[in-house]
């Protein structure tokens, strides 16, 4: 009997809020991966020392208000987009798993996976597959998101730096402006893809 992949996400334990530098530090990388841009243009573009923004983006920095707004318009930002703490940017929903709706008249269910944020636009592709040769994708214009819904095959799906293993029925989101891939582990692979626009 062959044995069934342990599908399970993991736990974290609870973590202590993390400290101003911290969260300055993760947005600075999140930032600048999302922009494209390497360490020494960021810097150059927002007249600071490579060596002042290397130690900004590694915790260890104690920036000035002037250094943050400068690394602001170098990336073309909101200020409060390096005080935010992160949040989740990839949803994971299993086929089977989340809020379902039946009808009163027929043998019909919807589960909703991802509602429209105001002002988006969506985009709908079929995207087939096939073992061999990951599609590694740059990443597109701020702010897009992408929805994944797999139908055929495995893959994986998500961020460059962390995919995730889907199945069929198994649902994705993820930032669609930073580095990602799609990798098909099984022949026959195909799934429906949604690019949000905001």
């Excluded at 600071?48 to 208000?65: D, F, H, M, R, V």
């Excluded at 909703?112 to 079929?126: C, G």
């Amino acid at each position: 009997m062959t044995q069934q992949p342990d599908r399970s996400e993991p736990v974290s334990p609870q973590q202590a809020p993390a400290s101003p530098q911290e969260v300055i530090a993760a947005a600075l990388r999140r930032e600048r991966a999302r922009s494209g841009l390497s360490l020494t243009e960021v810097a150059r573009r927002a007249g600071i020392a490579k060596s002042t923004l290397s130690q900004l983006e590694s915790g260890s920095g104690n920036p000035s208000i002037e250094t943050l707004w400068a690394l602001c318009i170098a990336l073309d930002i909101q200020f409060s987009r390096l005080l935010e703490p992160p949040t989740p940017q990839v949803q994971v929903i299993r086929a089977g798993e989340g809020p379902v709706l039946a009808s009163a008249q027929s043998e019909y269910r919807t589960t909703l996976l991802a509602a429209s944020p105001p002002a988006a636009r969506r985009d709908v592709y079929r995207v087939t597959a096939e073992p061999g040769h990951p599609r590694d994708s740059a990443p597109h214009s701020r702010g897009v998101v992408e929805h994944i819904v797999l139908c055929a095959g495995r893959a994986k799906v998500g961020p460059t730096e962390g995919p995730v293993e889907l199945e069929p029925g198994d649902y994705i989101c993820y930032p669609g402006d930073m580095p990602h891939v799609f990798e098909a582990l099984e022949p026959g692979t195909w799934a429906l893809l949604v690019s949000e626009y905001s």
